[in-house]
T-cell receptor, first 116, second 114 residues
Framework: DTGVSQDPRHKITKRGQNVTFRCDPI?????LYWYRQTLGQGPEFLTY????????KSRLLSDRFSAERPKGSFSTLEIQRTEQGDSAMYLC??????????????FGQGTRLTVV | AQSVTQLDSHVSVSEGTPVLLRCNYS??????LFWYVQHPNKGLQLLLK??????LVKGINGFEAEFKKSETSFHLTKPSAHMSDAAEYFC????????????FGSGTRLSIRP
């Protein structure tokens, strides 16, 4: 399977704990995105990378959230001191530069986080 | 800056009748526009994309969309709805600039009546 993969698929954690999610993009896709989706809502942009550089971070992302993409390959999203409001589906996507703008984004299956 | 507005949060049609899901966009540059579909408990799947070639774009499962610059619209249509089309549909915009990110609309839930 050469699609975008996310790990874990599901995570249940107690409030106040730290969690880390991983995303492996499609090989050689230079752009990687993180989104958050709550029930009945569209995906909300969190942050994105071009290669290893984090180009933008949403104002939705508090200081408890941090994302990295070392070496421009896989990415991790960490949430510190989780709160019940962090419960959501966290989606990762990747895309590539086709020479005139970027291609469509390919999405992973997501990591569903439940904070209890 | 880019944005998209999906004009209907919920659309219900009878099986076999046409589908119209409306989307308006705003973009400072010539945008790329996409429609994605999300079935319950499934991932996001690309239906079709517009990237400044033909203004009428055909996608999978009989869907198509027309880019109308004068109306800043990118409505999704299908001539005849099928029960399997019931899902959430998202209109998505990406600007041409290398700094552009992907922005989602709020989604339209499509229900199909037997």
């Amino acid at each position: 399977d050469t699609g975008v993969s996310q790990d874990p698929r599901h995570k249940i954690t107690k409030r106040g704990q730290n969690v880390t999610f991983r995303c492996d993009p499609i090989s050689e896709h230079n752009r990687l995105y993180w989104y958050r989706q709550t029930l009945g809502q569209g995906p909300e942009f969190l942050t994105y990378f071009q290669n290893e550089a984090q180009l933008e971070k949403s104002r939705l992302l508090s200081d408890r959230f941090s994302a990295e993409r070392p070496k421009g390959s896989f990415s991790t999203l960490e949430i510190q001191r989780t709160e019940q409001g962090d419960s959501a589906m966290y989606l990762c996507a990747s895309s590539t530069d086709r020479g005139r703008g970027y291609s469509e984004a390919f999405f992973g299956q997501g990591t569903r986080l439940t904070v209890v | 800056a880019q944005s998209v507005t999906q004009l209907d949060s919920h659309v219900s049609v009878s099986e076999g009748t046409p589908v119209l899901l409306r989307c308006n966009y705003s973009s400072s540059y010539s945008p790329s526009l996409f429609w994605y579909v999300q079935h319950p408990n499934k991932g996001l799947q690309l239906l079709l994309k517009y990237t400044s070639a033909a203004t009428l774009v055909k996608g999978i499962n009989g869907f198509e969309a027309e880019f109308k610059k004068s109306e800043t619209s990118f409505h999704l249509t299908k001539p005849s709805a099928h029960m399997s089309d019931a899902a959430e549909y998202f209109c998505v915009v990406m600007g041409y600039s290398s700094a552009s990110k992907i922005i989602f609309g709020s989604g339209t839930r499509l229900s199909i009546r037997p």
